[in-house]
């Protein structure tokens, strides 16, 4: 179980790594905003081409080989960007690099987890997988700490770079290697087919697809620019950013579990999914006045809160919807608007604050998206309440 949450927490960090410095970086390369929203939008664009093809072509050989080509792919990606930071283009393609990694160690650290756990584990899986992205983003805060520390943003890479060593040498372990899936064992006989869905299960996926997209988009938005927010408005320096940086990710690291009781204690996740989503409401609207000190760091803690119970729900949707029997297609369908959402929103931020609107131009945008997604939250309730209950929520 830990060598599968680990890693997934190693793909998180590889991508988180970069918002704490992104500062640093952008002052001394001078990378376009645009650019270097795309920086971490390119993980998404890269998910949703390999994703798919990544899940079969390891069903087909095993889970070794794509391993292997993950922990190559995030090493070599880090060393790229290390050797020519100065050279933006290339830049983007080592986080590129690092995004094929992401995609694979996305798909097996979940999968290695699950079937890792005993049956009286099952709850603990569940809350690991949906911490992996904070924790990988704690991981990230706290690589860049000494970076900063010795002016020296390197050291934050060189950290991760001996975390995909570790990783890559338990993967290399007898218990390692018994853990990945082998591949599909060469039979005659017929595989039974994945049950798909009604119309109506059809529906609700897209509805919860659309509502992923538009939280993410908002969410990795959040988080890649808040450093350079607080740096640039908030006047702090690098250092005390990336620390209040790290409040709304604790939060939502402990609300991510709680979102889970919520809804294993029979409160709907359309009820839970809205209430979370108008947390974040509140906050866009706030960030146009938003105070400093211990106030703007309340409204962090807010932030959060809703951070942690949203997508707990969202990735719960599917077997809810399923009547807790959802396969691949089901989470496909969800996670493709998680990966759109992804893709769009660090650039179209930049974008919006890069031009006449500024920072609060972007926070009325995004407050204008979450708004419609509490409206599809709220749809999603709506469309479910004549149909008998599927699972908990």
Request: proline fraction near 7%; hydrophobic fraction near 55%.
């Amino acid at each position: 179980m830990a060598f599968g949450t680990l890693m997934a927490v190693l793909a998180a960090h590889a991508q988180f790594k970069l918002p704490p410095l992104l500062p640093v970086l952008t002052a001394a390369y001078g990378y376009p905003s645009l650019l270097a929203g795309a920086m971490m939008s390119i993980y998404a664009a890269v998910g949703l081409v390999l994703s798919i093809p990544a899940g079969r072509w390891m069903q087909r050989v095993g889970a070794g080989p794509g391993f292997a080509a993950a922990i190559g792919a995030v090493a070599a990606g880090t060393a790229l960007m290390m050797a020519a930071p100065d050279q933006a283009w290339l830049v983007l393609l080592a986080r590129g690099l690092e995004g094929v990694g992401f995609t694979i160690l996305s798909i097996l650290g979940p999968v290695v987890t699950a079937r890792s756990a005993a049956d009286h584990h099952r709850p603990i899986t569940t809350g690991l997988t949906a911490t992996w992205i904070p924790l990988g983003q704690i991981a990230g805060i706290l690589a860049a700490q000494p970076a900063l520390a010795l002016g020296h943003w390197q050291l934050a890479w060189v950290i991760g770079l001996g975390f995909a060593a570790i990783i890559g040498l338990w993967g290399l372990t007898a218990g390692g290697r018994s853990h990945l899936p082998a591949k599909a064992p060469t039979t005659t006989s017929v595989a039974a087919p994945e049950i798909g869905e009604t119309v109506p299960q059809r529906r609700l996926l897209i509805l919860g697809a659309a509502t992923f997209c538009l939280y993410s988009m908002q969410f990795i938005a959040f988080m890649t620019w808040l450093p350079t927010y607080l740096v640039d408005v908030e006047q702090l320096s690098v250092s005390e950013a990336t620390w209040v940086m790290s409040v709304p990710v604790v939060t939502l690291l402990g609300f991510n579990l709680l979102g889970g009781w919520l809804l294993r204690w029979g409160l709907g996740l359309s009820v839970v999914m809205t209430a979370a989503l108008a947390l974040q409401l509140a906050v866009w609207l706030m960030i146009p006045v938003a105070p400093g000190g211990w106030p703007g760091l309340a409204i962090l803690i807010l932030y959060g809160v809703g951070s942690g119970v949203a997508p707990t729900c969202l990735f719960a949707l599917p077997n809810i919807v399923m009547g807790g029997a959802a396969g691949p297609g089901a989470f496909g369908i969800v996670l493709t608007g998680r990966n759109l959402g992804v893709l769009i929103g660090p650039v179209l931020l930049a974008a919006v604050a890069g031009g006449a609107g500024g920072w609060s131009g972007a926070a009325w945008v995004f407050a204008a998206s979450t708004a419609v997604a509490m409206a599809l939250a709220i749809l999603i309730g709506l469309r479910r309440s004549g149909a008998p209950p599927h699972g908990p929520g």
